[in-house]
């Protein structure tokens, strides 16, 4: 298989401006995530739309490619790049992978689980789940969690807790049940990243404020894989505070 692994990065975050060329011990967010990337993929591309970070990446010595402005979704942006980078190289790629531009430590190996869902053909998307072991991200609407059919295919996220343990005390919960939280990692096979960017946002979509939802409610299957490795992701200033303290201590 041909994989592309892309990194979509915006410049001007809502909630942090700026956060891909933030300094992370010495090395920027975007570095950090694109040499994570390149350990797992022999092709990684950033894809923005800022030149402030199309600089700075091609300054590193990094693959970048410039998409628009008017994206909405980092699959968006993964979606006209995949084009773009295919034409550059002359090259046609199998699987998109889209990486998360703001997780500056992610795990090479979780990378490489995401792609192994398409050893099964039939695998339309994929992405990644891990068991929930504290009991607050069960109620934090910040971490969707998911649920999975016999055969590990998604059948549903949410920003609620799911399942509902009915007539269980809410602090038993954790021990009662089991509950994945989504990694938000995904591989598509290459003419399905293109369909799936051609939907109508749809009403789950707009309910839960999920875009996977998009492709759920459109008959795409989504395939998981249960990793048991940490995310780290970087939202906010004070995240960025909580992982350079993480890693010193660790």
């Not at 343990?165 to 919960?173: G, S």
């Amino acid at each position: 298989m041909k994989i592309l692994g892309i990194i979509p990065a915006r410049y001007a975050s809502t909630r942090f401006p700026g956060k891909p060329l933030v300094d992370i011990n010495g090395k920027s967010m975007i570095m950090r995530v694109f040499e994570q990337a390149s350990k797992a993929f022999e092709t990684v591309f950033v894809a923005t739309d800022h030149s402030k970070i199309f600089d700075h990446v091609t300054s590193f010595g990094g693959k970048i490619i410039m998409t628009s402005a008017l994206h909405t979704s980092g699959t968006d942006r993964c979606a006209e790049a995949s084009i773009l980078i295919s034409d550059k190289l002359n090259t046609k790629f199998d699987i998109v992978v889209n990486i998360q531009g703001d997780e500056p430590f992610i795990n090479p190996l979780q990378l490489e689980l995401l792609v192994s869902c398409f050893e099964n053909a039939d695998t339309q998307i994929s992405t990644l789940v891990k068991i929930i072991t504290n009991a607050e991200d069960i109620w934090d609407s910040n971490k969707p969690k998911v649920v999975l059919d016999k055969n590990n295919k998604a059948i549903y996220f949410s920003r609620s807790p799911i399942p509902f343990l009915r007539n269980v005390p809410n602090n038993e919960w954790i021990t009662k049940g089991i509950f994945y939280k989504h990694i938000g990692l995904y591989a598509y096979r290459s003419d399905i990243l293109q369909e799936i960017t051609k939907l109508p946002f749809s009403a789950l979509e707009k309910a839960e404020s999920l875009e996977q939802l998009r492709w759920i409610e459109n008959g795409y299957n989504i395939a998981a894989k249960i990793t048991d490795i940490e995310s780290f992701p970087i939202d906010t200033p004070d995240d960025l505070e909580k992982i350079k303290l993480y890693f010193k201590q660790a």
